[in-house]
């Protein structure tokens, strides 16, 4: 199978391969949320971020490099894929999503749509 095969297989396989569900924490605060995901062994090259709708994606494919002609005897990584889906509120405006990755984590700020932010009213006394 040639190596371009080989990708496009993999690429339509991800979808129905099953994935490791990485830890994820989320934070909410008055201007948005902010996602931090563990994704250990992942290279930035390998990381796919998706927003459709109102679902968010993360998927990355794990990259651990082996010396040629070595194999592992033990792995606590079965699964060479992490995948997670958020259902994300309407609140939030998904055009305009920030992400960082650094060591491993994923960081995501996704704003609070400007309909949705607390505003203050103004009083006035006649």
Same mark, same amino acid.
Not at 6 to 34: F, W
Not at 59 to 66: F, K, P, V, Y
């Given at each position: 199978?040639?190596?371009?095969?080989?990708?496009?297989?993999?690429?339509?396989?991800?979808?129905?391969?099953?994935?490791?569900?990485?830890? &994820?924490?989320?934070?909410?605060?008055?201007?948005?949320?902010?996602?931090?995901?563990?994704?250990?062994?992942?290279?930035?090259?390998?990381?796919?971020?998706?927003?459709?709708?109102d679902?968010?994606?993360?998927?990355?494919?794990?990259?651990?490099?082996?010396?040629?002609?070595?194999?592992?005897?033990?792995?606590? &990584?079965?699964?060479?894929?992490?995948?997670?889906?958020?259902?994300?509120?309407?609140e939030?405006?998904?055009?305009?999503?920030?992400?960082?990755?650094?060591?491993?984590?994923?960081?995501?700020?996704?704003?609070?749509?400007?309909?949705?932010?607390?505003?203050?009213?103004?009083?006035? &006394?006649?």
């Open positions: 199978m040639s190596e371009k095969a080989a990708v496009a297989k993999t690429a339509d396989a991800s979808r129905s391969e099953a994935a490791i569900l990485p830890p &994820v924490d989320v934070i909410e605060d008055a201007g948005g949320i902010t996602l931090y995901a563990d994704l250990p062994g992942v290279p930035k090259d390998k990381l796919a971020l998706q927003v459709e709708a679902t968010l994606t993360i998927e990355g494919e794990i990259a651990l490099d082996m010396p040629e002609g070595m194999e592992a005897s033990h792995a606590e &990584v079965s699964l060479p894929r992490y995948r997670r889906m958020f259902t994300l509120s309407k939030l405006d998904t055009d305009k999503v920030s992400a960082e990755f650094r060591q491993g984590v994923l960081k995501l700020h996704i704003p609070k749509a400007e309909h949705a932010k607390p505003r203050r009213i103004e009083v006035k &006394v006649n």
